[in-house]
């Protein structure tokens, strides 16, 4: 029987899995998909929560929607920058952005 | 009043869109009306809020508060972008054609920090957060032509949707073991939980986490320096001061509201965060050669100096923080109104720039003086009065080893401001003016004013801080 705790497990590996992308990929847009990762870890956390503990209330599917929408929001801008450091730097690598340092 | 209470934040978002709507009808001579609705705009709805003082109503369950805590945040914020659109003036002509976007952004971030103070649930809190963030991703990416602004804006993105998510993660946790998400009502059910979970200790974890990378508290500070020296002085400043103080008002309530200290006591952890971020940013502002990342790094340590009024955990000390924010506002936007101005004239902050800025511009390296003084906290300046009750906080809670490590690296930072002062006056001076557009000196004066009025007679705003506190218990 798959409970509660399955689903906490599989967010948290989830996000686990997420932080090692954004610490280890050097492409910026693989770095915004691990952070993506994330947030959806989270949003398993809450759509298990409200099934399991509080069906009486929709409060973490709710939550979760809000988290997509955001999500959506900031892919959009995030890609923007992409482009726009891409203009100067011709790369999306971001051991090229070093122009500030200590 | 009911929902009229929520007017400045619906005249926010409409003067938000107004703003941008007229940016794109009105022909490229006409823009400059955009930067003058925008002004009257904020100056309108600091008036309204003023108007408002004393009402207090509930929203939605608890959801969305006002109450003397959010109008204390709302004047704030509202005070601090008014000042910055004021000193920004000729800076925007970087911006070329874009200026009208420029205030409908800062308009909107502006209405993400009210909502993160107002806020009585975590989910209007995530969202108030992400608004005011998106908005700041975009803004130190504005310099379009300038490859360091956009490693600024990518920085920032990556860094701030990393720190979104982590605090979205731990905010489920804490959804997980207390079911809700309203700040009242998760008090409710931790409180009846006799035994605490784990679950919830990793949840509070990772959202103080979460907090602290906004704060720019060590060891989640490595972003601050790049995107304060990246980003258009403006923004900077507003970075500095809004988002800062918008995650302390958060947090601040966050942690008296739903998960006081007498249950989970966080106070030993926000105390040796307090005690890393003042060391760190203190001893490494030392070394540096560029005002902007000077005040990076002050604005680090300052951050430091704020926490030790979270971590005493009384009412002396959170009295202090909502003080301290307040008089930030003044001291630091001054001193980067004056970096702002320097650097539309020279196109640069490094000292050099500074060099004989006294003679140059008397008014300009008295003001810097003033503001760097009184973020030092020497009397009779406003950071002064901010220290006296932080540190009388932590001291009336048994952290005294927190309060002298204060002291001792408020004398250390002393150094490094007062060598900005000596560049000033001693250095060597190119014969240029700076010159100071009307609006820019009135931002000025203001900060000048407020940073000295505050020092020499801070009862005020103290009681002010002090009723906005009283909301919380």
């Known amino acids: ?102 | 009043m009911g929902y009229l209470l929520l007017a400045p934040e619906m005249l926010l978002t409409v003067l938000g869109i107004v703003v941008l709507a007229l940016g794109l009808i009105l022909p490229q001579r006409g823009k400059k009306v955009t930067g003058a609705v925008a002004m009257i705009g904020t100056l309108g709805i600091l008036v309204v809020v003023f108007w408002q003082f004393g009402y207090e109503a509930e929203f939605f369950q608890g959801v969305y508060g006002i109450d003397a805590y959010s109008h204390f945040f709302r004047v704030l914020f509202l005070s601090a972008a008014l000042i910055i659109f004021a000193m920004a003036g000729n800076y925007l002509h970087l911006f070329s054609e874009r200026q009208s976007e420029w205030y409908s952004l800062m308009l909107f971030a502006t209405l993400g920090m009210i909502i993160m103070a107002s806020s009585g649930d975590l989910i209007t809190l995530y969202v108030g957060m992400e608004l005011m963030t998106i908005s700041f991703y975009i803004l130190s990416a504005y310099l379009l032509d300038d490859g360091r602004s956009a490693e600024a804006g990518l920085k920032y993105l990556i860094l701030g949707a990393l720190s979104s998510a982590v605090m979205l993660f731990g905010i489920s946790l804490i959804y997980a073991s207390s079911g809700s998400t309203v700040f009242a009502v998760v008090y409710q059910t931790l409180q009846a939980q006799v035994v605490t979970q784990p679950v919830l200790i990793a949840g509070i974890i990772l959202l103080i986490a979460g907090f602290a990378f906004k704060i720019a508290l060590v060891p989640f500070h490595m972003w601050a320096p790049d995107i304060y020296q990246g980003a258009p002085t403006p923004v900077t400043a507003y970075l500095a001061v809004g988002s800062k103080a918008a995650a302390f008002a958060a947090l601040l309530r966050i942690l008296v509201t739903a998960l006081p200290a007498a249950h989970y006591n966080w106070t030993m952890l926000l105390a040796i965060l307090a005690a890393v971020t003042i060391i760190t940013g203190n001893l490494i502002a030392l070394a540096q050669r560029n005002v902007k990342r000077l005040l990076a790094y002050s604005s680090i340590a300052q951050a430091g100096y704020i926490l030790v009024g979270l971590a005493a955990s009384n009412v002396y000390g959170f009295k202090g923080v909502l003080f301290y924010a307040m008089l930030y506002v003044f001291s630091n936007i001054g001193a980067f109104a004056v970096a702002t101005l320097v650097e539309t004239q020279s196109g640069s902050s490094d000292f050099d720039a500074f060099s004989g800025l006294a003679k140059r511009a008397p008014m300009l390296a008295a003001i810097m003086t003033i503001c760097m003084l009184s973020l030092a906290g020497i009397p009779p300046m406003a950071g002064f009065a901010g220290k006296f009750y932080l540190f009388s906080g932590a001291i009336q809670s048994g952290y005294l080893w927190l309060a002298f490590i204060g002291l001792i690296m408020s004398m250390v930072s002393v150094y490094y401001y007062l060598n900005v002062s000596r560049l000033m006056y001693i250095g060597k001076s190119s014969e240029q003016s700076v010159p100071v557009p009307a609006m820019a000196r009135v931002a000025l004066l203001v900060c000048l004013v407020g940073t000295l009025i505050i020092g020499i007679y801070p009862q005020p705003l103290s009681q002010f801080a002090e009723i906005a506190i009283q909301v919380l218990y």
């Open chain 1, 1 to 102: 029987m798959i409970g509660l705790n399955h689903y906490l497990i599989l967010g948290t590996c989830l996000f686990g899995i997420g932080i090692y992308g954004v610490l280890s990929k050097r492409n910026a847009i693989a770095v915004l998909m691990s952070v993506e990762l994330m947030l959806n870890a989270a949003n398993i956390n809450f759509v298990a929560v409200n099934h399991f503990i509080r069906p009486d209330q929709a409060i973490g599917q709710l939550f979760a929607i809000f988290v997509i929408v955001v999500a959506a929001a900031e892919v959009a801008v995030g890609l923007a920058l992409i482009l726009s450091i891409y203009r100067h730097a011709s790369s999306t690598n971001l051991n090229d952005f070093n122009l500030m340092k200590w």
